[in-house]
């Protein structure tokens, strides 16, 4: 059964908030970014485990827009799901969620880093998964972000 990945897309400060992986190991690249979110737990929906996932990650609380993009990646069995958020409350970089709890579990998935890169600025990054940045970046230029 394929697994459901969710994931926001949040306008912050004249950027967008993404997740900076870096010392990641067991992984063809290293270091890179990535857009915030996680899998389903239980019964949760789509929306409520984007809300979940970025609050553990950012320590944030979105509301949902709309759903922007699907993808669906062969090399890790699921189906992504991107959605437009809209930042409500929250202090950015606060996430306390299990990558942040220094369990060895994670120890070879690296640091995950909150940072607001700037609109101007996603172009010159390894934002992952490719197809979705070149979706991404042909949104914002077109003003549909």
């Known amino acids: 059964m394929e697994r ?11 950027g967008f908030a993404l997740m900076h992986r870096k010392n990641v190991q067991n992984k063809d690249i290293s270091e890179y970014y990535t857009f915030p979110g996680g ?3 239980d019964n949760e929906t789509y929306e ?3 809300k979940r996932e970025i609050k553990e990650e950012l320590g944030i609380d979105i509301e949902i827009v709309k759903k922007l993009y699907e993808n669906k990646s062969e090399k890790f069995n699921q189906i ?6 809209k930042y409500i409350s929250g202090e950015f ?3 306390d969620g299990p990558e942040f709890s220094g369990n060895p579990k994670y ?9 607001i890169v700037n609109k101007d600025e996603i172009d010159k990054i390894l934002l992952l998964p490719p197809e979705i940045k070149e979706k991404f970046i042909e949104d914002i230029y077109n003003g549909k972000i």
């Open 48 to 50: 409520e485990g984007t």
């Open 39 to 41: 899998g389903l737990e």
């Open 93 to 95: 970089g606060t996430g």
């Open 107 to 115: 120890a070879s998935s690296g640091d995950y880093i909150p940072e």
């Open 80 to 85: 992504e799901i991107y959605y437009l958020c």
């Open 4 to 14: 459901i990945r969710v994931s926001g897309i949040i306008p912050m400060n004249d």
